[in-house]
């Protein structure tokens, strides 16, 4: 079991101490990582994390230790029809289950967190990660079932977590979550600095800025590996503080104090809310929560004391109508146009309690995460045409670092190799050529892809194999039973359907008993083409009599001359390629 | 048949005259439009043309006569899996046929033109348009074989066309393609103006800019109504000059004499292209154009004289390697990520001639057109992947007013009514609040859906009823085919896939003679899920011989009552819903 070091120096954050330490260690930082030389690289292994939404997973191994940073889930895309959620393959890890010590989380988003029900099942190690992060990691694991058997452990900026020979370090970051952290993975072979996800903001709404001394201090020590996000390293310049944000509200609550407000935003953004609720308290509004995800996390801020709340400020959705329209505000889910969040049903009109009425100020607080932007805009068309007035300029900032962040970064740490992470390979490339126009070496930057194994050490870095990697899908209950012949022929089916054709053949002589019966989903109105069908079924009842008498009864064959008639049947006269099943039932 | 009318005032354009011209009309625009008082209105179907991009079509009837502007196509969106065009469904115009006397097609864009393959051949009216407007036409109705029948008519800016009661106007303005119009229609109700899809361009690339002054003309003798392009209605500002693009090339071009440069575009942007030309041209680089629409779309434009290019300039592809990379430049298609385009095939090292080289310049000069995001970031992903650097900022304007040219619009016509058109709600009412803001009462700008029918004349315009209206999908050779179940049935197949059950029963007594064969697509991995489908076939064994016990012979009730097991049993057991299809084969 590895042990929580707590930071000794700022006693001022002593406060944030986890109620589940175990052990003081008093040991400077450096020493462990001064320690004596080992021979053998610390490896990096890949198993997400390489692209920009999800499935962030990257585990370090150095001789009989693995320790892994975050488990992430992703959304399906749109090669991935009725895919729920995607999650990490981890058969490296379980085949080296033994080496396993830690899980280490930097922040609580689905990307990061949303995998660990899953693969806690098979592989329950400790889980160490900062309060708000251990929280919706507790929340997450209780609606699994397992929270009973987790190891989840409380760790505060600073503290060091030793795990086998790695020491990880938490350092504060600034991201569009709370609690963010960069960790600092002290080895045998140097210091590994992964930033998660992070931005650099100097006011941040609750808490402290990113702890650039430390990020400095590290620098000094002498860094050797950097992996950092790459989200916005295409984006030259610096992402503003979520506190600009703060201005816009001011304006827009200050512009419509006789509107209803009604704001979205993602649900795991306590700070954006936290404003939106400084200025309701300012302009004498109640404040409604609405949408799951939103109340929850709402919930476990607030109990956390990440929030401040006057009393009498929140009320419930079904009082709202108690009060003025323009003395309420709505925090809502459904900034992304997700079909079933409170939003989208109040845009179509199938949210029970609320309904959209002339006048009301609706704020799109987000920006569409790429992919969603037909989404976003469908939802704000029926948001107009329902009479509400739609806002959506400079109401949102980004959690992520940008060119100018980045090369903070860089010059802070001076690391000896760097490897971007979080990103395409664009975003990836981008971050390179940041770090190359900072003075590295391009070849000391490298741009791995998910399942390639990295060794790292004082004398190199390099790629230097590759593991089982990949994506996981979740179909329902089913973990991993949908692949890639699945998901194609869903694919090919939502194309151009299907047609099954069923004849009953006699087993000694293939002569055909009954049927044809042709039904098909998906391909034509049936009803409306008859003729067609009637075609096909002659098309059928010749090519089955012509092999009987041809007397072939192996039925492989058969059904293969009747797909290919049917085929080019129709690829004739309608230029479609609907998927064709023949079926055979054999009568004695 | 329509009468063109050339114009009379500006001989300088007097070599742009048609050939087709028939007569010569010498009346001043003003006298039809001031003739006897008309008490019936002007009816304005909508039949498209409201959504952001396609299937822009639009008849005003008046009395026994309908004149249809513009008759666009549209892409399928995520909704409509295997469709290849959607059309607009002409129900109205064919029930009204004989009243039906012309097309006006405002440019060559598909979203203005994609339709008439289909259209024409129901409904053989003569077509007006300018000149690289009809040859574009001319382009699309030879491949589908029905040129000869066509009749076709080359208009000039400033020429007027009588049908019926209408005189229809031509108005030069700019757009991303050339030859783009507005069209001041002149009724006995006064005057309709229709922007076509414009912007304000005082310094376009080719051409005159937008004929202001006629604009301010029509103003003073008053506009009854403005039906304007709301595409960019959102954004404040003025869209920057195409001129502003082709600087950012010529920097482009001077960064990077070593490399060679490929810039993908849309393949109806001559401007752009003749600007990326004219770079070439002032570098010594020789340019290949790449992609079949490009190709199509240089050469009319060439032979039409809409581009300038030296002679010897242009190479064909497959001579490419006789010049070193540095002294040559590809224009193609595929800046949408659209994956058949050459840009993706190169990107996927799929592209027969030209492989993507370490440090080749890849210009993405378009913006992604709502919903390709993704697919554009895939090909710039794999462009950084192959080394290629890849430029994307500053590369494109759009073809579209800002708010800013809208307000110019507004205050030289002046309109009565307005509405606003070519745009998502959103961008129309954001049109509406501009006109507002200019001063027009609220009540007197309509927001109609497609379908809608308004009635205008000198003392009202409002919605006066509807007509059948939509989209007619196009799937392969099928024409409207495949409608709502068809589509639906897709959906579900892609979300689940399909089980199929087939039994052979006793037609007798219900008995189970043969099967049952279950056999699944797009559901799970059947190899590695036989226990599943043994304990399927077990409850299909059961269900049956249940049902023949109570001597239930009515087939479709035994097929419910399997569909209804089997459902019950996999939502139970996976949490799944695939689209499950009992077969009965009856056997004597």
Redesign the interface.
């Known amino acids: 079991m590895p042990k929580v070091n707590r930071e000794k120096k700022e006693p001022a954050r002593a406060q944030q101490k986890a109620p589940q330490a175990e052990e003081k260690n008093t040991k400077t930082r450096s020493k462990k990582a001064g320690a004596s030389r080992q021979v053998s690289p610390v490896k990096v292994a890949f198993l997400g994390g390489l692209e920009q939404i999800g499935m962030n997973i990257t585990a370090f191994e150095y001789q009989d230790s693995i320790i892994v940073v975050d488990c992430g889930s992703s959304f399906p895309?749109?090669s991935m029809?009725?895919i729920d959620l995607v999650i990490p393959d981890i058969t490296y890890l379980k085949e080296n289950a033994q080496k396993v010590r830690a899980f280490f989380i930097t922040h609580g988003h689905e990307d990061h967190i949303g995998a660990l029900p899953y693969i806690l099942k098979e592989l329950n190690v400790p889980v160490y990660g900062t309060r708000l992060t251990i929280a919706l990691i507790t929340n997450k694991l209780r609606e699994a079932g397992i929270l009973e058997s987790a190891k989840l452990f409380t760790v505060t900026h600073g503290d060091t977590v030793d795990a086998g020979p790695f020491r990880v370090e938490y350092i504060k970051t600034n991201h569009s979550i709370q609690d963010a952290a960069a960790l600092a993975i002290h080895t045998p072979e140097g210091i590994i600095l992964h930033t998660g996800d992070f931005k650099v903001d100097y006011t941040p709404v609750f808490g402290d800025p990113i702890d650039l001394q430390r990020f400095a201090e590290l620098g000094k020590e002498g860094v050797l590996l950097l992996l950092a996000d790459s989200t916005n390293a295409i984006r030259p310049g610096f992402t503003m503080s979520e506190k600009t944000v703060g201005h816009t509200f001011d304006m827009i609550f200050g512009e419509n104090t006789d509107r209803r407000i009604i704001v979205a935003t993602f649900s795991s953004n306590v700070d954006r809310v936290q404003q939106i609720i400084n200025d309701a308290e300012k302009f004498g509004r109640k404040v409604v929560i609405e949408g799951r995800s939103m109340v929850n996390f709402i919930n476990t801020a607030v109990e956390l004391g990440y929030i401040r709340i006057q009393e009498g400020t929140l009320i419930d959705v079904s009082r709202i109508k108690e009060y003025p329209p323009e003395k309420t505000v709505l925090v809502t889910t459904g900034s992304q146009g997700e079909s079933m969040a409170a939003l989208s049903r109040m845009a179509s009109g199938q949210h029970r309690r609320v309904s959209i009425a002339r006048g009301d100020v609706v704020v799109m607080s987000s920006t569409p995460i790429?992919?969603n932007?037909?989404a976003v805009?469908k939802v704000?068309?029926?948001l107009?045409?329902l009479h509400a007035r739609?806002i959506y300029q400079d109401t949102h900032v980004s959690g992520h670092a940008c060119q100018e962040e980045l090369k903070l970064i860089y010059s802070l740490l001076r690391p000896k190799y760097s490897i971007p992470i979080h990103g395409?390979?664009?975003h990836r490339?981008a971050q390179r050529d940041v770090a190359v126009a900072m003075g590295m070496q391009k070849s000391d930057t490298l741009l791995p892809s998910v399942g390639d194994v990295i060794e790292v050490c004082r004398d190199y870095c390099h790629i230097a194999g590759s593991i089982q990697a990949g994506p996981v899908l979740i179909?329902?209950?089913?973990i991993g039973?949908?692949?890639n012949?699945?998901?194609r022929?869903?694919?090919n089916?939502?194309?151009?359907?299907?047609i099954?054709v069923?004849?009953?053949l006699l087993k000694s002589s293939g002569e055909l008993?009954?049927?044809p019966?042709i039904?098909s989903?998906?391909?034509?109105?049936v009803k409306?083409?008859e003729d067609l069908m009637d075609d096909l079924r002659g098309l059928v009842i010749n090519t089955v009599e012509d092999c009987a008498q041809r007397r072939i009864t192996d039925w492989s064959k058969l059904k293969s001359v009747v797909r290919n008639t049917l085929g080019d049947y129709l690829w004739k006269?309608?230029?479609?390629e609907p998927?064709i099943?023949p079926?055979?039932?054999?009568?004695?």
């Open positions: 895309d749109e029809p009725g790429p992919g932007e037909k805009a704000m068309n029926e107009s045409q739609v395409e390979y664009r490339h179909d329902g209950l089913g039973d949908v692949g012949v699945v998901l022929d869903r694919q089916l939502a194309q151009s359907g299907i099954i069923v004849v009953g008993v009954s049927g019966e039904v989903r998906g391909f034509v109105y409306e083409n006269r309608m230029h479609r998927l099943l079926i055979i039932l054999e009568v004695n």
